[in-house]
């Protein structure tokens, strides 16, 4: 049983990806659209589309301190998936690089979750691993104004990953189904 209802989800997951996927999705690539802006200066805004985002850049650039903040938005009748790490490239000795979670929760944007990358986080969806209390718990996350930081103190590490957002109704599916197959594993438990 547990079987069946995960390979259920893991359809569903995979066709909703395919479908997003067709979609016109928007990239913010640093070498073509400008280094991200730091904490301090509050996130550079990114118009994310229904489908898969990619953020291409680098941290830590100079030898000085790069932190790299994009922000952006999920509409009322839009929801967000998934932040999937596609690629890091460390460098300097170092192997990992601060990833957080950030969000507007009314009065401005505020660090939500910690949470870092390395290589074997590649292909990791952090809305799975980040705390989620702060922005409702669990994916899909509803409409709000999101963002996520990198930031590392050693030179020259290269990232990129994917912003997946889809229509709000198909989320609604996807929670059911989430919810039942929740269900199932404590009948079986
Ligand atoms: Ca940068
Ligand atoms: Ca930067």
Request: negative net charge; proline residues 6%.
């Given at each position: 049983m547990k079987f069946r209802t995960d390979a259920m989800m893991s359809v569903a997951v995979a066709s909703l990806s395919a479908s997003v996927g067709v979609a016109g999705a928007a990239v913010y690539d640093e070498a073509v659209d400008g280094d991200l802006a730091s904490v301090a200066d509050g996130p550079t805004g990114f118009d994310v589309e229904i489908g898969v985002n990619s953020v291409f850049g680098t941290v830590g650039d100079d030898g000085s301190l790069d932190e790299d903040f994009i922000g952006f938005v999920i509409e009322a009748d839009e929801a967000l998936t998934a932040i999937i790490l596609t690629s890091f490239v460390p460098s300097g000795g170092n192997t990992s690089t601060g990833f957080r979670l950030y969000a507007d929760l009314g009065s401005g944007?505020?660090?939500?979750?910690?949470?870092?990358?390395?290589?074997?986080?590649?292909?990791?969806?952090?809305?799975?691993?980040?705390?989620?209390?702060?922005?409702?718990?669990?994916?899909?996350?509803?409409?709000?104004?999101?963002?996520?930081?990198?930031?590392?103190?050693?030179?020259?590490?290269a990232y990129s990953f994917d912003i997946v957002v889809i229509p709000a109704p198909g989320v609604l599916g996807l929670a059911g189904m989430g919810g039942i197959a929740m269900l199932r594993r404590r009948r079986t438990a």
């Open positions: 944007y505020e660090q939500v979750s910690s949470g870092s990358i390395d290589t074997g986080d590649v292909g990791v969806n952090f809305l799975d691993v980040w705390n989620l209390a702060d922005v409702g718990g669990s994916a899909p996350l509803g409409p709000g104004s999101y963002g996520v930081v990198l930031a590392e103190f050693t030179p020259n590490q």
